[in-house]
């Protein structure tokens, strides 16, 4: 008999996934954490009961969270990631000429489980040289941290428990503190669908801090209704602005399977819903 794993999003809607086996279930000092397989999307990781990411998808947001602000910055050296346990925005990070990529992640067991059994999200990120992990609460390091990076992404859970914080705009304000002077920040907004006031909330919130703010969107097939936003904040650089030759140029090495040059256009015109 089939398994079910069902995801709760909130106003009415949920949606459920089956599962041929469940290689890992634990609960951490922050979250449930477990490790589904899906006849649909290979390995998932699950938190709390919602899909953080699959084997099968998780380049499209992995890429799309990661590159298109990357490539909007002239010269992205340092960066930090709140969240992203998984290792994939890591990753993908760490595919541009950076000297250094700091990522902060609060529950260590995230990290563990990922490289245990979704190593293929990571690809060997976390042994980069490049690359520095610290287990710590990532509210905590952007208040009291006096380093400055170029871009700052948020790879988080939804807007639950100990994530809740990380999409008000106190938080925001600590982020942009530790910004360059031409810094960006881009997070995770939820889904276009069935989160709109999340992302709508979040865009006026930033809006008081940054003078340009630019929600976007992929296709992400695990994710409740697919189509999934993030939003970019800058301080200087505009995605709009960037030319799809310089784009090409600089992620032409990547091997990338969804961002691209006229994605990175597309993705800010956002499709009319319902």
Not at 38 to 53: E, K, N, Y
Request: glycine fraction near 8%; proline fraction near 7%; charged fraction near 20%.
């Amino acid at each position: 008999m089939a398994q079910w794993i069902g995801d709760l999003v909130g106003g009415g809607l949920g949606q459920a996934l089956q599962v041929d086996d469940v290689l890992y279930d634990a609960v951490s000092p922050y979250q449930r954490i477990q490790v589904a397989v899906s006849p649909l999307f290979g390995r998932m990781l699950i938190l709390d009961d919602a899909v953080q990411t699959t084997e099968r998808d998780e380049y499209v947001y992995h890429e799309m969270l990661v590159h298109l602000p990357l490539v909007t910055h002239p010269d992205p050296t340092r960066v930090l990631i709140i969240g992203g346990g998984d290792g994939g925005t890591l990753e993908e990070v760490l595919k541009h000429p950076v000297a250094q990529a700091t990522l902060v992640e609060i529950d260590r067991a995230v990290i563990d489980v990922s490289r245990a059994y979704l190593p293929g999200i990571a690809n060997g990120a976390f042994d980069d040289p490049r690359a520095r992990v610290l287990i710590a609460d990532g509210i905590a390091f952007v208040r009291e941290t006096g380093e400055r990076f170029d871009v700052v992404l948020v790879d988080s859970t939804d807007p639950k428990g100990a994530a809740e914080a990380l999409f008000g705009e106190a938080f925001f304000a600590l982020c942009a503190r530790v910004l360059t002077a031409d810094g960006i920040l881009c997070l995770q907004s939820g889904s276009l669908l069935y989160q709109r006031p999340l992302a709508a909330g979040m865009r006026t919130a930033l809006e008081r801090i940054f003078p340009l703010v630019l929600p976007y969107w992929a296709a992400v097939p695990a994710y409740p209704g697919t189509l999934w936003t993030f939003t970019v904040a800058t301080r200087g650089p505009d995605p709009r602005t960037v030319a799809r030759d310089a784009a090409a140029r600089r992620t032409a090495a990547f091997g990338l399977r969804y961002y691209g040059p006229e994605t990175h256009h597309a993705a800010l015109a956002l499709p009319a819903v319902p």
